[in-house]
């Protein structure tokens, strides 16, 4: 039988995946975006860093990065890159757990926000190198820009629709460890 803590991390995993996939559907529509619009927030980023920060042990870097991964493919973008980027940025976040645990939303907002621009830095970087061709940094830097201005609704919304709280100081995991 499986015990309450660890079906709590199971069910959120599957959450998880459930409104990544729903992203990912929601953002493949047709909703009458024109030649010129504004690009929209990224969603699944503000959710992988919410979650992140909140509860790491929800998200393990294997489902973020299959998760990231099938949006690269199915959006058609260089597979693999976008994916490598965000994980190596949600483990930044997970390794400052402890750190950040008491900090205000105001300075998570900050370090969420530099992570979004540091990942659109060096993903236009790369493509740069490689010479792909890439969109307008303009249009890029909106997207960061709205992603910034989406996160506290993520957050919001992660932590009084969905119950997902920052774990307390001396609170233990699924597996009996410290958080």
Not at 84 to 106: D, N
Request: with cysteine.
């Amino acid at each position: 039988m499986v015990d309450g803590a660890t079906r709590q991390v199971w069910l959120h995993r599957l959450l998880f995946v459930a409104l990544a996939l729903f992203l990912l559907f929601a953002r493949l529509l047709p909703l009458g975006g024109e030649a010129g619009d504004l690009p929209g927030p990224d969603l699944l980023l503000c959710l992988i860093f919410a979650w992140t920060m909140r509860r790491p042990d929800y998200l393990p870097a294997l489902l973020i990065a299959a998760v990231v991964l099938l949006e690269d493919m199915i959006l058609m973008r260089p597979p693999g890159l976008w994916t490598a980027l965000v994980l190596v940025a949600a483990e930044f976040v997970r390794g400052r757990v402890a750190l950040t645990r008491e900090l205000s939303f105001g300075v998570e907002w900050l370090l969420v926000s530099g992570l979004m621009v540091g990942l659109l830095l060096a993903y236009r970087v790369v493509f740069a190198l490689v010479l792909l061709p890439q969109p307008g940094f303009g249009y890029a830097l909106v997207q960061v820009v709205w992603s910034v201005l989406c996160y506290p609704v993520v957050v919001f919304l992660s932590r009084y629709v969905l119950d997902l709280h920052k774990p307390a100081m001396g609170e233990i995991d699924a597996y009996g460890r410290r958080m």
